[in-house]
């Protein structure tokens, strides 16, 4: 994942603000940069400065991930917060205050509204920044890189969180209680998981068909987390690691 450099902030839970930074995927991928000034869109939505608002994000994690490679992809830049979830800064009072569920990717608006979770803040982005579409185009893309992604991350990516967070010794403290038997459990369901996207991506060059989609970014963050859980993609898979080869080397998957 990428590194961000960042100024210190003195407050109650020693959040760090990231200084916006600039991607310059939009220029790499011979896309139109966005005016980040001023976001007007003719549905109704508004005007919003992107520099009032504030990302609240946390390194390693899969889901505050899959926010920075969306807004990469689309050349978004938004302030960050960083919380440290090591140190449990996410359960602090202050941050409670933000999100009661104490996750992140959390965004906070300009005049204090919170949006949370990750897929939520991807499409509050794209209607304000519809090009290029994520989330599909005509009702039958929209419909089918929904159902992709849904498969990925509610089946797959789940099934990664489960056999980290139950089975590594490092998250004892952060998943109480800790059933090993749970992580062992889904291994086998992560295995039949990748076999059939591996036949899906024998077929399409995407998950969700012929276009790059938010399903693509989730399925990439986790076939990453796969790493700490100490679990590989099967050599035989040539379908899934011709797609991870090339969606990885996007700019935006260094997010």
């Known amino acids: ?20 930074i600039r991607s310059n995927a939009m220029q790499l991928e011979n896309r139109p940069q966005v005016d980040q000034k001023s976001l007007v869109r003719d549905c109704g939505v508004g005007s919003y400065r992107s520099d009032g608002m504030k990302l ?7 889901n505050p991930r899959r926010v920075r ?48 979770e990750s897929v939520a803040i991807s499409r509050y982005f794209e209607e304000l920044y519809p090009e290029p579409p994520l989330f599909g185009r005509t009702p039958l893309e929209k419909a089918t ?27 004892a403290t952060h998943e109480i209680p800790q059933v090993l038997e749970w992580a062992e459990a889904n291994k086998p369901k992560l295995m039949a998981s990748l076999r059939l996207i591996n036949d899906r991506l024998g077929e399409v060059p ?14 990439l963050c986790a076939v990453d987390f796969m790493k700490p859980t100490k679990i590989k993609v099967p050599e035989d898979h040539t379908h899934l690691w011709r797609w991870y080869k090339e969606v990885n080397a996007r700019p935006s998957a260094k997010a």
């Not at 609240?56 to 899969?62: E, Q």
């Not at 140190?87 to 941050?95: G, K």
């Open 1 to 20: 994942m990428g590194q961000f450099s960042y100024l210190q902030r003195s407050t109650y839970v020693r959040l760090k603000e990231l200084s916006p």
């Open 56 to 62: 609240y994000d946390s390194v390693r994690a899969p």
């Open 69 to 116: 490679i969306f807004l990469a992809a689309k050349g978004i830049d938004v302030p960050r917060v960083m919380v440290d979830l090591v140190s449990f800064e996410h359960r602090s009072d202050e941050f409670t205050k933000l999100n009661p569920l104490r996750r992140t990717p959390t965004l906070e608006l300009d005049d204090g509204t919170v949006i949370t």
């Open 145 to 171: 890189i929904e159902m992709w992604n849904r498969r990925v991350e509610l089946g797959f990516m789940t099934e990664v969180q489960m056999v980290f967070r139950h089975g590594h010794p490092g998250m």
């Open 206 to 219: 995407f998950i969700a068909g012929e276009t790059y989609s938010i399903a693509d970014i989730t399925l």
